[in-house]
């Protein structure tokens, strides 16, 4: 089975080069060079808000993310298959939201779906340390899916927010920031997890609903939109 699903991703990973490569889009350039220092300042202040507020929201998911498996079998007690199902509910959950919310957005503004994944990434780690059973962790995992229902948004407002010149490198240097801020998520979740398995769930809650309220806070809606 591991072997196969390697093969799978490989191949994968083939035929999204090969589609990559034939993807030609068209890319305005600044006449001079610019450094990292440069290109954080061009950053616009909501550009900034949104990614502070990103960085509570994914540092909420990392506490608890490698932690999940081990809650949901070896505290709740389903079996691994029944992880599994649970899994591919939260795919299925996610994937039948995008298109419909995504046009939402678009007509509606993008503010308001930003707030509801940030939500449902602060009310997931809640939900699951909640459930005692499989049917509500099912509940839970739903939840789970529905922190994809505003990312086509979020993503959007970055691209949108960047200088069109510095496109690529400030989205690129939003992730690293990201990246590299919320490394340490999954250390303070184990630490936490041999404290009590619940702890690190319920931290993840409180610092995920930070970033729902320092999103909500900052960023105005005609920078949403």
Not at 38 to 57: E, G, K, N, Q, Y
Not at 81 to 92: C, D, F
Not at 139 to 154: H, I, N, S
Not at 178 to 199: D, E, M, Y
Request: aromatic residues 10%; hydrophobic residues 60%; glycine residues 8%.
């Amino acid at each position: 089975g591991i072997h196969l699903g390697l093969a799978l991703t490989v191949g994968l990973a083939a035929i999204t080069l090969v589609a990559i490569r034939r993807i030609d889009i068209p890319v305005a350039r600044d006449e001079a060079p610019m450094n990292v220092a440069a290109v954080w300042r061009s950053l616009p202040a909501p550009l900034r808000w949104l990614l502070a507020s990103d960085i509570f929201v994914r540092t909420c998911e990392g506490l608890v993310d490698v932690f999940l498996v081990l809650y949901c079998i070896d505290v709740v007690g389903i079996s691994a298959p029944a992880y599994g199902i649970l899994i591919g509910v939260q795919a299925v959950t996610a994937i039948v939201s995008y298109l419909p919310v995504a046009r939402l957005a678009d007509r509606i503004g993008r503010k308001p779906f930003v707030i509801a994944t940030f939500v449902a990434f602060a009310a997931f780690p809640v939900a699951v340390v909640l459930a005692h059973d499989f049917m509500t962790l099912l509940v839970a995992f739903v939840v789970g899916g529905l922190r994809e229902v505003g990312e086509p948004a979020r993503k959007a407002m970055i691209v949108d927010l960047v200088r069109p010149s510095l496109r690529a490198r400030s989205i690129g240097l939003y992730y690293l920031v990201r990246s590299l801020t919320v490394a340490p998520a999954a250390f303070i979740g184990g630490v936490l997890w041999k404290v009590s398995p619940g702890l690190p769930f319920w931290l993840a809650g409180a610092i995920g609903l930070i970033g729902v309220a320092v999103f909500a806070a900052t960023v105005e809606e005609r920078y949403a939109s």
